[in-house]
Every structure is written in C-alpha cells, then in structure tokens.
C-alpha cells in the first residue's frame, strides 16, 4: 500500500517540529523529507502533516497514526539487531567488552590464544571502554565487569575480587610525603574521575572521605589516572592489579574494604544458551586460576 520507509520521515517531523531538523536527523536534505511526507500522504489519500508559520505538525489523522508508525519503527530497528547478532554468530565472532588494560593484560597472558586454539571457529574482539556499554542494546556480547552489577538485568558469574588502593608515585612521595590514613587524603591533591563517571564507587568514597580535598587531575578512565599518578601530580585511587604492576607507583594506603566489588563475566540472558556464548563461559570460569592475578593482583 505505501513505502515503510516513508513512516520514519513523519516520525522525525513530529519529533523534531519542522522539515528541515528532521532532515538534519535523518542525514538528508529538507526537500527529501517533503518529497517522501508528500508521497506517504498521496499513497494513504489523506493529509498527515501541515505547514504552520512557526514549522509543521501533525494533522488529527497523524497524531492518531504516530504510535503505530513507531511500533513500525522499533519492530524494524528490533529486526535488523537480530539480524545482526544471528549473522554474527553465524560467523562466531564474541565482543568482549572491557577496561583496556584488561585487554592489554589478557591478550598477554595468552588467555584468549588458549580459547581460539579450543575453539578455532571462535573469535574474540575486544570493544573497549571505561564505561558500561549496554549489553541489552547489543553493544557487545560478553563483559568483564566489576562494581554494582547485582541489580541489573545481565546473568553470569562471580570469577574474581576488584580490590582497589591508594597509590603515589616515588617522585610525589619524596617531594610531599604520602598519606597515613583515609583522613590524610584531603591534605594532598587527589587524582580522580571527573563527572562523566560520577557513578563509580571512587567518585562517591572520595566525597565522603575527602569533601574538601583539591584534585590535580581528573580523568575518564584507568589508563588515565595511571599516567596522571606516575606524572607525581597527586595520590590515585586504582585497581591493585594495575597499580602493584607499575613500578613507579607505590600502593600508600588500602586496599580500601569500601571500594572492593566482584568481577564478574555478564551477558544478556537472550545470549546466555547460545552456542558461541556458553562456549566462552565455560572456558572463563575454566580460566579462574589464571584470571585471578590479571583481575585481582
């Protein structure tokens, strides 16, 4: 009867109030989004939208049809998702996410070569971030997790502890001496998250414990904070596997019982009995001796 695709240009005209901002939303010119409104509109024979001085809105009609143009909308967007993880299973790719020197500290200790060598259909890549992506939109697969996880809609397991310390360089230290106890942390400038990751568990122990301490650096991730500690610009709250790794670092205070959590391996429970999946479960938790100094120092 009409182009499905036609139905996204009203969506975005209702949602954005004029043709031109729909246009921009949708990566084409003003006059493509008139075209096609004016051609789902002849197709249906009746009026859909209509032109204001201040911009467009939908007619009545429109209004009314809106919901179930989206409806249309999710359920396609809903199809070309599972399109693309069937195809991706087809071809037994796994996206792992997690912290980057996770990464880095995994594909070193030969970890991953041991599953593709068991399960040489199999691919592991990484997709890499600080930050929780969002396993139920399908950002990634699988993850190595640690910190809140309990409420979440994810299943997995418990396969290590995160213990986090408090850390200063050599240099900082023989410069300004380091901290004796929590209640020291507000006399020298922490290095910290900034608000992007205002979640973490560091940003909010640090407020309570250290209100009115000044920060030296702020960062969006590990790697950050380990290079602004190294730099000797403050004191660095960091996961003791890393920190106890760097040399230059000295671990001053901790590990800190408030900011331990478990790491946990999480999927989606949609993915969980899937064949690619159970397959990398079972060898992660196979794993557990080697993943415990890479996790947890």
Same mark, same amino acid.
């Given at each position: 009867?009409?182009?499905?695709?036609?139905?996204?240009?009203?969506?975005?005209? *209702?949602?954005?109030?004029?043709?031109?901002?729909?246009?921009?939303?949708?990566?084409?010119?003003?006059?493509?989004?008139?075209?096609?409104?004016?051609?789902?509109?002849?197709?249906?024979?009746?009026?859909?939208?209509?032109?204001?001085?201040?911009?467009?809105?939908?007619?009545?009609?429109?209004?009314?049809?809106?919901?179930?143009?989206?409806? !249309?909308?999710?359920?396609?967007?809903?199809?070309?998702?599972?399109?693309?993880?069937?195809?991706?299973?087809?071809?037994?790719?796994?996206?792992?996410?997690?912290?980057?020197?996770?990464?880095?500290?995994?594909?070193?200790?030969?970890?991953?070569?041991?599953?593709?060598?068991?399960?040489?259909?199999?691919?592991?890549?990484?997709?890499? &971030?600080?930050?929780?992506?969002?396993?139920?939109?399908?950002?990634?697969?699988?993850?190595?997790?640690?910190?809140?996880?309990?409420? &979440?809609?994810?299943?997995?397991?418990?396969?290590?502890?995160?213990?986090?310390?408090?850390?200063?360089?050599?240099?900082?230290?023989?410069?300004?001496?380091?901290?004796?106890?929590?209640?020291?942390?507000?006399?020298?400038?922490?290095?910290?998250?900034?608000?992007?990751?205002?979640?973490?568990?560091?940003? &909010?122990?640090?407020?309570?414990?250290?209100?009115?301490?000044?920060?030296?650096?702020?960062?969006?991730?590990?790697?950050?904070?380990?290079?602004?500690?190294?730099?000797? !610009?403050?004191?660095?709250?960091?996961?003791? &596997?890393?920190?106890? *790794?760097?040399?230059?670092?000295?671990? !001053?205070?901790?590990?800190?019982?408030?900011?331990?959590?478990?790491?946990?391996?999480?999927?989606?429970?949609?993915?969980?009995?899937?064949?690619?999946?159970?397959?990398?479960?079972?060898?992660?938790?196979?794993?557990?001796?080697?993943?415990?100094?890479?996790?947890?120092?």
């Amino acid at each position: 009867m009409f182009d499905w695709n036609d139905l996204k240009f009203l969506i975005a005209v *209702a949602k954005e109030g004029s043709t031109l901002a729909a246009g921009r939303s949708l990566g084409v010119n003003q006059s493509t989004v008139q075209r096609r409104l004016a051609d789902l509109e002849t197709q249906l024979g009746r009026k859909l939208v209509e032109r204001l001085p201040t911009g467009y809105r939908l007619t009545d009609l429109g209004a009314a049809i809106l919901p179930h143009a989206q409806a !249309v909308a999710a359920s396609a967007e809903a199809f070309e998702q599972a399109f693309r993880d069937l195809g991706r299973a087809h071809v037994g790719i796994i996206r792992l996410t997690c912290p980057e020197p996770i990464a880095f500290r995994l594909t070193q200790s030969g970890i991953l070569d041991r599953f593709h060598a068991a399960h040489p259909d199999l691919k592991v890549e990484f997709v890499l &971030s600080d930050q929780y992506v969002d396993l139920a939109k399908g950002e990634a697969d699988v993850a190595l997790r640690s910190g809140d996880t309990e409420a &979440s809609v994810l299943v997995g397991r418990k396969i290590a502890d995160s213990l986090w310390a408090i850390y200063a360089s050599r240099q900082y230290i023989e410069r300004h001496g380091a901290p004796a106890a929590v209640a020291d942390l507000a006399l020298h400038p922490l290095i910290g998250f900034e608000e992007s990751m205002s979640k973490h568990r560091t940003v &909010s122990w640090f407020r309570e414990v250290a209100p009115d301490a000044t920060y030296a650096a702020r960062n969006t991730s590990v790697l950050g904070l380990i290079y602004a500690a190294k730099a000797g !610009v403050g004191v660095a709250p960091l996961p003791m &596997s890393l920190g106890d *790794a760097e040399p230059d670092l000295v671990r !001053v205070l901790g590990p800190v019982p408030e900011l331990t959590r478990a790491w946990r391996i999480l999927t989606h429970p949609d993915q969980r009995n899937t064949a690619r999946i159970s397959a990398f479960f079972a060898f992660i938790l196979s794993e557990s001796d080697a993943l415990r100094p890479i996790l947890t120092g």
